[in-house]
Every structure is written in C-alpha cells, then in structure tokens.
C-alpha cells in the first residue's frame, strides 16, 4: 500500500460537481486532491483531429470509460436475474460512463436549464392542490419526497454555477420573473451568455406560441433554449477563458461528441485550470476509487483507497472526503465500504428499509410513448453545421402545476418542457447511413434498395421541409421498487461486485403524454404544419428499461424526511447546520452532490444543471465544516 500524503480535501471523481467543489476549497486556501480513473483530456491534441470518427465515438466509445473495467446489471423487478452490460450498442446501450476530468460532460449536447419551484416541492404541493391520496393513486408504492430546500433558496447557488459554466440563454419565460412565479423558474440575474442564433423553425414556433394562449388561461411565454455551449468568448469568475462555439456540427449525434474548441462547458475548462493555478490542488489521474476507509467508530471517513494504472493500491487520508462521483458509481462505493444503510426493497409489503440505493428514477424518457408529429414547409440544411443545444425555442408552461392537473384522464402530475428549432446539422448522420431501409415485401420485392434507396438520398442533406413533433412524458416518479444494489453475481475488473439496477419505467411516465400530446398538436396546426397526427396511446409498461442514462437520479437521496435520505447527504446538502451544530459537536465529514442525491419529480432537459447548486451547497458546507473544525467546534 502506497501512503500519501494527507490533504484537507479528497474528491472522489473530477467531473462537473468536484470540479467546483475543489476549486472553491482551493481558492479559499485548503489542500485539494482530485481522483478520477482516466485522463486529463486536452481539447487541442485529443480531439482536434481525432473526434471526426463517427463509428469510433458513435459505437466504439473510445474516450469512454471501458466497460471490462466495470459494468453494471439491469433488470427490471426485484424477481428477475440482472443481465450486465457487456458493449455499447444502438439502440440499446448508446450512453457511457465518462471517463476522466470533465466526466461524460466531455461529450453531451450541452442542454441546460433550471428545474422550477414545484420540482423542489412536488410531494407536498401536490398533496394540498389535489389531495394527500392522490400521489399514492397514481403512483404504485410512492416514495415521493420534498427537496430540503425550496428554489428561493437554492436560486442565488444557480446563479454562481451558471457563472462558471457560461450559460446561454435569456431567462427561463417567468412571466414577471420575480418570487411570485410559483410554477416558474425565475431568475435574479439573466444567463451570463446571450442564446444561440434562433433557426427559421425556432422563429416560426417562437411567434406561434406568443399569441396562443396556455391550458393556465395565460399567454405562452416562449424563450430560448438554453445552452451550455459557449456562444461568445468569455471569462468566469475564477479567471478561466473560455472559447466560443464554431458551429462545426459534430456536436449533437451518437452519444454526442467532444468539442475542440472547449466550448462545450465542463470542470475540464472551466473549474479545473483554476483549481490547478491555486497551488493548492492535485490531480490524480488514471486512479480506479474502490473503497473509503472508515474511523474504528464509524462516524468519520479517515481514507479513499484507489488502484493506480499498474494496480497498485494508494491511500489518501483526508479531512473532508466530497463524492462527486457520476450516477451509480457513488452508490456502489458507499455500499462497498459500508457507509450507510443499504437499501432493501420487501416486496411482499411494496416498501424497503434502509437508505442508501433507495428512490432510483430516470431522467430519460421511455423508446417509445404516445407522439404527435407533422410537417413544415420550412427548409434546412443537414450537413455538418450549429451545435447540440442551440437555435430552438422552449416553453416551460406545460411543465411541472403549470395548468390543472384536476379531472384529467388518465391521471398524472408534472409535464413536458416543449420547444422547437435546434440545429438540423448539430451532429453528424452518417453512421445510420442504412438506416430505415425497408426489407423486400410484397409490394415493393426490392424493397427501399438500390435505385429505390439511392431516390432517398437525393439532396437528404438539403431538405425543402421538416418534421416537427414530440414523444412528450410526465416526470418519472420515484417508488419503493425501484433501486440500486450490489449483484451478487458480477464483479468488476478487481474482483468487487458490480452495481445492480432494478428499474422501470412508472405509470405517471406514460399517463401524461395522451394529455400532453393534444397540446401540442394544437401549436403544431397554428404553426401551419400539415399531416398533423396522434399516435395511438402507449400504455404503461408496454416498453421495458433496458439500459442506463446519463441522467439516473435518486439512490443517495436528499429530504425532509430524515428516514428516507442518507445522514451525510442529509447533512451536507440540507440545512447542514444539523452537521456542524448538532448537540454532540460531532460532525460526519462526508459530504456528496449531483442529480443522483435525489428526485425532482421534474423532466426538463436541464441535464446536470440541477446538480450544479447542490454542488456550491456543499463547498459551502465544507468551508463551515473546516472552519469549525479548526476551532475545535467539532471533534
């Protein structure tokens, strides 16, 4: 065992959430180490001329985290045996794990927003506005919990983040953006960056909807897309440079793809190079995290022990120990070494006890669900060309108590953020090239090949109309039944077991998209759009879970109940002053962030975004912990 040396703060992980988190602590002074188990990406030498390779990215995965290192298992219920992940595939494995300083922000489209004030009350709002049963009836073994903290409180910890990561946008269409907008996410201060140029179809749906009016009775209150794609040049806070985006279209695509200009905003070019410029932190690269080390007492971590590239085992004491690790990856490691209380599911009383692995959601929708689409006379071009993320228009009044969710059938809570007019080449096409060729049939004994297929392909690049459409859902739902766990059967590249996904998909998930979906057929038919058409309704349950989403939520869950989220996530993100001023003067000295602490019950497409102020949440509870630490207030 390597020994070495002890610092004041380890990170477990260097991607969005450590990356603020180190770089907070270091600028304030504390010695810093970050761990993460591949490279230091440089956007010029790694990408420039090596990310134009859409079967390696696309299906290959080369700059991702290598799955005969470690997998996970998935099943659907608690009855079935859990199969592993063994390759990426398309359709059905097309997310990876990132892998290195910038996680799998490396590579994403770069959608961004903020989750609005009813996400972070959800269960008790819903309770008064329709009912204390009505969870409960809609939701099989519900386990629906407030957030500790309401958006106002949260709100001015946004504001930072979107500082730092050069945010894009133009509010989020709060109608007066003040407190007063209960169902909207209003902001004190406008994104640092202006939007995207808005496409001919984002325009078209942007003045559509300006003089429609909203199932609330209200005017529609449009507003750009937002976006984590710088759109100018910028500086941040800590004094990074950031790089505007060239609009070179391998953005978007595949399991999206890394920007060579480190516009794509992550802790790599963004949080990182100050943390490194401080003098205060260092990176350990490479590194495979696989256990942390507890007190004889229980109640302190003392130690992470990771694996370096030649397997050997490092020992790095600390202080304070932040697990800014992505998704399952925190869990699996707070299971294997014994922090906190493992979650059990009992399935013949539908409710579990324990805490750690508990309320898994999805932040990704269902393959396939209800859908409305038709056809504009609007053309595009197709080739190469924008970003992931910019150029469209959203609309946040069918989100979240935004309308009346009263004498709906069948019934549901939450919505849909809606919008239009990304960039038709924001990624590259060309790896499903074949796709979509019909086999021979009947009518047609050649099917859609040779000339058949060649006609398809003829100015594909340079349509004169386009789809426009959506698959909409109501937010997922956390319950009792759905969780992580250690397998029993598989283990990872050294021997530990591998993290077991028991999930599917909640009824709540399908039930809003019959009301959604007629929504918007109406702003698709005052937009002009012909052959305008509802598919028949997909039930619940009618498509299964089969793979792993970037944006996995729960598991390390956060709350006002104390009995249903874990003590350090409890303390650190709460209103942590239970960790610094408890009646003991003992203070646990772990501290976690990211979307996986908990469920918001809210499906905008703000990716980590929501993650980002619990991440300045719990630098600011360190920065408590440390101070009183050091004046003995806590033993």
Not at 263 to 283: E, V
Request: glycine residues 14%; contains cysteine.
């Amino acid at each position: 065992m390597i020994q070495e040396s002890p610092v004041d703060v380890v990170c477990l992980g260097v991607g969005f959430m450590s990356g603020v988190v180190a770089t907070e602590l270091a600028l304030a002074g504390n010695s810093v180490v970050g761990i993460t188990k591949g490279p230091y990406w440089d956007y010029v030498n790694d990408y420039s001329t090596t990310k134009y390779d859409e079967w390696g990215v696309g299906l290959g995965r080369k700059y991702d985290s290598p799955l005969p290192l470690q997998s996970t298992t998935i099943r659907n219920d608690s009855s079935q045996f859990a199969l592993p992940v063994r390759r990426y595939t398309m359709p059905i494995q097309y997310h990876a794990l990132g892998h290195g300083v910038g996680g799998a922000a490396q590579h994403y489209g770069g959608g961004m927003g903020r989750f609005g004030p009813w996400a972070y009350e959800m269960a008790s709002r819903t309770s008064s506005a329709y009912g204390s049963g009505f969870l409960a009836g809609i939701n099989p073994q519900d386990d629906t919990h407030d957030w500790p903290l309401t958006y106002a409180e949260y709100e001015p910890y946004y504001v930072e983040w979107e500082k730092a990561h050069g945010i894009c946008g133009n509010y989020n269409g709060s109608p007066t953006n003040s407190p007063s907008d209960i169902n909207y996410p209003w902001m004190s201060r406008n994104y640092p960056l202006p939007p995207h140029p808005m496409t001919p179809l984002g325009q078209l749906f942007q003045s559509t909807v300006q003089g429609m009016t909203a199932p609330n009775g209200q005017k529609y209150n449009p507003f750009p897309t937002v976006s984590a794609l710088s759109s100018q040049p910028y500086t941040n806070q800590y004094g990074v440079t950031v790089n505007p985006c060239v609009y070179e279209g391998y953005c978007a695509g595949l399991c999206d793809y890394a920007c060579e200009t480190g516009a794509k905003a992550n802790a790599a070019y963004r949080t990182i190079p100050a943390a490194i410029n401080s003098g205060n932190f260092t990176l350990v690269t490479n590194a495979y995290i696989f256990r942390l080390e507890l007190s004889p007492s229980g109640n302190q971590v003392v130690a992470a022990h990771y694996y370096d590239a030649q397997g050997n085992d490092h020992r790095q004491p600390g202080k304070v120990f932040f697990n800014g690790m992505w998704g399952y990856n925190m869990i699996r490691l707070m299971l294997l070494s014994g922090l906190g209380t493992p979650y059990v599911y009992n399935s013949g009383t539908g409710t579990g006890s324990g805490t750690v692995g508990r309320g898994l959601t999805n932040g990704y929708t269902p393959y396939r669900g209800t859908n409305v689409s038709g056809t504009v006379n609007i053309g595009g071009n197709s080739y190469p060309a924008g970003n992931g993320s910019g150029g469209g228009v959203s609309v946040f009044d069918l989100m979240d108590d935004n309308f009346s969710h009263s004498n709906i059938s069948p019934p549901f809570i939450g919505g849909g953020l809606f919008g239009a007019g990304g960039y038709l080449g924001g990624g590259p096409g060309n790896i499903t090239f074949a796709g979509g060729v019909a086999a021979p049939n009947t009518a047609n004994p050649n099917g859609a090949m040779g000339s058949a297929f060649k006609a398809t392909q003829q100015n594909k690049y340079l349509p004169t109309k386009q789809s426009v459409g959506a698959t909409p859902f109501a937010p997922d739902l956390p319950t009792f039944m759905n969780y992580i766990d250690l397998d029993p059967h598989y283990t990872d590249a050294y021997g530990d077991p591998v993290s077991r996904l028991t999930y599917d998909w909640t009824p709540n998930t399908y039930n809003g998209a019959t009301y959604l979906v007629n929504q918007i057929k109406t702003i698709l038919t005052q937009m002009g759009a012909t052959n305008v058409t509802v598919s028949n309704a997909v039930a619940p349950y009618s498509a299964h879970n089969d793979w792993w989403g970037h944006h996995l939520r729960g598991g390390l869950r956060v709350g006002t109940d104390l009995n249903a989220g874990t003590a350090a996530a409890w303390a650190a993100l709460s209103g942590y002053n239970q960790l610094y001023y408890n009646s003991n003067t003992s203070g646990f000295n772990y501290f976690a962030a990211g979307e996986i602490t908990n469920t918001t019950g809210n499906n905008a497409t703000a990716g980590t975004h929501a993650a980002g102020p619990q991440s300045y949440r719990a630098a600011e509870g360190i920065k408590k912990y440390l101070a009183n630490l050091a004046t003995g207030s806590i033993t």
